[in-house]
């Protein structure tokens, strides 16, 4: 961090600059560089000469030659100037600028020091590993040090290698920083070799500050790159390490397995296959996971009948890596992979249920995902006496026609969901994949299959799910068909349906429905449960029609009609005029006394002259003036409206409690 200081210190003042933005510009546009190298080298430490000569090094970095390399090695030892500086000689290319650099090492400390070392690095100045290495036999500086090490793993050169081997050989500084730099540095010179083809040398370099006493992450990397160095070779030293090695080896061998080259595959995963089986059952299936992770199609082909045969006789977290892998390499033989794991659905064993979905929805989509025994074929009283090993290869055949939406599953699901004794888990497994997968031609099986259950909640979720993927007004007028076709159970039934699925539509059909004696007490039931607001207004009108009929459903129609401004959020105006609509259509008294529960809803001066409008009735008076102080209590403040609506309350209301609560309103500045 700190050796951004000079570049933070420059920005703080750039903030107190008064340059002028043509002056700007005219640095910024010349084309001229001897005007931006007497820019650069013109006397003054202003923010304003601080600022020109920064914006005179960056434009030295686009267009700086050798003639301004003498100024701006001049700013190397300003803290404020440096950073810009350096940016300019760092784009300037030719030996000169890495010799003025290397000369003014002996002249510089802090961040102008480590500055100047970090631009050999990037311009990876082969001339100054030996300058850097007598400046490290001098200075205590551990910034110094790190940035040393990072310019000789930049450079990389044989001399700068040498040099990182030799500190590496000594005595660890206490500071871990500075270990984790050197060590940092020599993996960017493998690196370097690496590139250049020289692998074996990369690998060796790896090799020692794996083995060096250093921070365990440094550590930890060396040996993953030196397993990816050594390509083909690293097959006898990986067996070792998976079968021996230490938890973080193994972690970091694992890495590599995934990671290698495909170039490599053969000799390393047949290596690893033959192992594998004499690993421990922990190990066994962390590297089959490994294994079944690697996408080269030399790896699959060597590890899918390896899997295929683990799968039989493999432990339990052997077998869940098994089955995984199955579904990743299966894409080189989908056939292989999806008999074996079919296979496993009557297998006397716990198989882990997710674990076989997720293999085989990884298959290719041209396998067809029913297993060879028909989940069709599973009788009423099969499905009533599942044993557990059968319920988890039940739910976990189902949930792959779910994944799939193999849409011909339709009936087997609906015999499932209907049948006699089925397990709850499994039924509503099966009610789930089919609102998963049915279309508009199959939503018949989904309705048949809710209209056994009794949980609303269930039902909605389930309606949800298949009407947030087909049209909605479509959908809902398959159901009002099935309605017409429907007994009188059934009938009741689908008007719930009908409520959960919400719109136009529906609505018409249960509006309808409350016309007709035989279905009025269900339909009605259900208009007062109606729970999508964009129905707000036909509901409304629905609602209104009917309480203002002779039907003895009136009183509940009214209900319906007042718990709509109550519980939807409607502009306020609307609400209030519902409810004045609502208290002239309701008859008796106790519905009356409901639209007070509307105002109660909005905190605004407006409610509480809505309902103070009705104190002038005895009967309500009361409740009246109870809602304005109620509503009142809640706003912020008083107007003239609400202190004239108080006051009303003081002149009205019988309870001395109210009045109390009123003059406290009143009190409020």
């Not at 995934?258 to 059952?281: G, H, N, Q, W």
């Not at 989940?375 to 009423?380: D, S």
């Not at 499932?416 to 004794?421: P, T």
């Not at 249960?510 to 009025?520: H, R, T």
Request: aromatic share 4%; charged share 25%.
């Amino acid at each position: 961090m700190k050796k951004y200081i000079s570049l933070f210190l420059g920005v703080l003042f750039c903030l107190t600059v008064s340059i002028s933005a043509q002056d700007q510009q005219s640095i910024w546009n010349s084309k001229d560089e001897s005007f931006l190298i007497q820019v650069i080298e013109k006397p003054g430490n202003t923010p304003d000469d601080i600022f020109k000569k920064n914006l005179a090094c960056k434009r030295l970095a686009i267009i700086g030659t050798d003639a301004a390399i003498p100024a701006l090695s001049a700013m190397l030892s300003d803290d404020l100037l440096n950073h810009n500086a350096r940016t300019a000689l760092e784009a300037i290319p030719g030996a000169g600028v890495d010799q003025t650099l290397i000369d003014s090492l002996s002249n510089l400390k802090g961040i102008s020091l480590v500055g100047v070392i970090d631009t050999l690095a990037m311009r990876k100045a082969g001339a100054a590993v030996l300058p850097l290495s007598d400046l490290l036999s001098k200075t205590e500086d551990n910034n110094v040090r790190i940035a040393i090490y990072n310019a000789w793993g930049y450079i990389a050169s044989a001399e700068a290698i040498d040099l990182l081997t030799a500190e590496l050989k000594k005595d660890r500084d206490p500071d871990y920083k500075v270990n984790a730099a050197l060590a940092d540095a020599m993996l960017r010179a493998a690196a370097k070799l690496d590139s250049e083809g020289e692998n074996s040398r990369a690998a060796e370099l790896c090799a020692a500050v794996a083995q060096a006493d250093l921070p365990k992450f440094s550590k930890n990397g060396a040996l993953y790159n030196q397993l990816l160095y050594m390509r083909a070779d690293a097959a006898e030293k990986l067996t070792s390490i998976l079968a021996e090695g230490n938890d973080d080896d193994f972690e970091v061998a694992l890495k590599t397995v995934r990671e290698f080259s495909p170039e490599c595959a053969e000799p390393i995963v047949k290596a690893l296959l033959t192992i594998c089986p004499a690993l421990p059952a922990q190990r066994q299936a962390a590297l089959i996971a490994a294994l079944g992770d690697r996408t080269d199609n030399v790896s699959r082909k060597l590890v899918l009948p390896f899997v295929a045969e683990m799968v039989q006789k493999g432990e339990a977290d052997v077998l869940a890596a098994s089955i995984r892998a199955l579904g990743h390499c299966g894409q080189i033989d989908p056939i292989l992979a999806y008999d074996t794991l079919t296979a496993l659905y009557a297998a006397e064993k716990e198989i882990p249920y997710d674990t076989l979905v997720e293999a085989i929805v990884a298959l290719p989509e041209m396998i067809d995902p029913k297993p060879a025994d028909s989940i069709a074929g599973k009788t009423p009283e099969l499905l009533a006496a599942l044993s557990d090993v059968q319920k988890k290869t039940l739910l976990a055949q189902i949930k792959v026609l779910e994944l799939r939406r193999i849409v011909e599953a339709a009936p087997d699901l609906l015999a499932i969901a209907n049948a006699e004794g089925v397990d709850t888990q499994v039924r509503d497994s099966a009610v789930a994949a089919l609102s998963e997968i049915v279309t508009l031609e199959e939503l018949n099986f989904l309705v048949s299959a809710l209209e056994r259950e009794e949980d609303e909640a269930k039902v909605d979720w389930y309606l949800r799910a298949a009407c947030t993927r087909l049209p909605r007004e479509e959908c809902a007028a398959s159901v009002v068909k099935m309605y017409e076709a429907a007994d009188k159970a059934g009938k009741e039934k689908i008007l719930s349906l009908l409520k959960q699925i919400g719109g136009p539509t529906a609505l018409a059909a249960v509006a309808a429905a409350a016309g007709d004696s035989e279905m009025a007490d269900k339909a009605t039931e259900i208009l007062g449960q109606w729970n999508t607001p964009e129905d707000a207004a036909p509901l409304a009108a629905a609602c209104l029609k009917l309480a203002k009929s002779s039907s003895k459903y009136k009183t509940r129609a009214i209900r319906a009609y007042i718990r709509i401004p109550r519980q939807f959020d409607l502009p306020e105006d609307l609400r209030i005029k519902m409810a004045r609509v609502a208290f002239d259509t309701a008859t008796r008294p106790d519905d009356k006394q409901l639209i007070f529960e509307i105002f109660k809803r909005m905190i605004t001066d407006n409610s509480v002259k809505a309902a103070m409008s009705y104190a002038d009735q005895p009967e309500y008076s009361e409740s009246a003036c109870e809602t304005a102080v109620f509503i009142a209590e809640k706003i912020k403040g008083t107007s003239p409206e609400l202190r004239n609506a108080m006051q009303m309350v003081l002149e009205t209301a019988r309870s001395q409690e109210l009045k109390d609560r009123a003059s406290k309103v009143l009190e409020r500045e």
